[in-house]
């Protein structure tokens, strides 16, 4: 079984500033870890995954994510928010093996929105 | 390259009508194939996947079928659709490694 939990619904920070949107999961398999942006009305584009090796992830636009297996955590940062951040993030985990492979189990999203 | 096409983009669709929706990937042969849903304010659902042709996993139990009649074609389907189907479906491919989902440009469906 899997579970995916997303701190916080909304996410509000000023352009420039840091930009950190959490995210907590179980899986009884090892797991690989994913961050997908929703911009409104479109499909999912992923920003970064987490299969093995390496525990710190850098994807597109900047943001990176760490794989912490003793937190069972895979927060998404980004040191400086822009405008075209804004949108909904998603946190999703899928087993590496059994009933759970290849099948994404979501967080409920973050939705990021950016001040000028 | 491989690209993931779903259509139509929206839809409006009044209580008791049928569905049909498709989905068609091109660039890889015999892909896993999902179709998942997103409701108004809430995450997304995995709904149906299928691993090859005329196989169909149903993960919920609903008023929503699924069929895959060739390779790269994965259709989501109702015979009579109720107000509780409107939300934003997206089908999905995944490579052979198990992971990497590319998704589709999705299909908004509002049920009236």
């Known amino acids: 079984a899997q579970s995916v939990t997303q701190l916080g619904s909304h996410v509000s920070v000023s352009e420039g500033a840091l930009v950190l949107l959490r995210c907590n999961y179980s899986?009884?398999?090892?797991?690989?870890l994913f961050w997908y942006v929703q911009y409104p009305n479109q499909g999912l584009q992923l920003l970064l995954k987490y299969t093995t090796g390496a525990t710190l992830v850098k994807g597109i636009n900047g943001f990176e994510a760490e794989f912490k297996k003793s937190e069972t955590s895979f927060h998404l940062t980004k040191p400086s928010a822009h405008m075209s951040d804004a949108a909904e993030y998603f946190c999703?985990?899928?087993?590496?093996?059994?009933?759970?492979?290849?099948?994404?189990?979501f967080g409920q999203g973050t939705i990021l929105t950016v001040h000028p | 390259s491989q690209t993931i096409h779903q259509w139509p983009a929206t839809l409006v669709q009044p209580v008791g009508s049928p569905l049909s929706l498709e989905c068609t990937v091109e660039g890889t042969s015999n892909p896993n194939l999902y179709w998942y849903r997103q409701a108004a304010g809430r995450g997304l659902q995995l709904l149906f996947y299928?691993?090859?042709?005329?196989?169909i996993s149903s993960e919920v139990p609903q008023n929503l079928s699924a069929s895959r009649p060739q390779d790269r074609q994965f259709i989501l389907s109702s015979k009579k659709l109720l107000l509780s189907d409107s939300g934003f479906y997206l089908c999905a491919w995944i490579g052979d490694r198990g992971y990497g989902y590319t998704f589709g440009s999705g299909t908004r469906l509002t049920v009236v």
């Open positions: 299928s691993v090859g042709i005329g196989q």
């Open positions: 899986s009884s398999v090892p797991p690989y």
């Open positions: 999703a985990v899928s087993g590496k093996s059994g009933t759970s492979y290849g099948k994404l189990t």
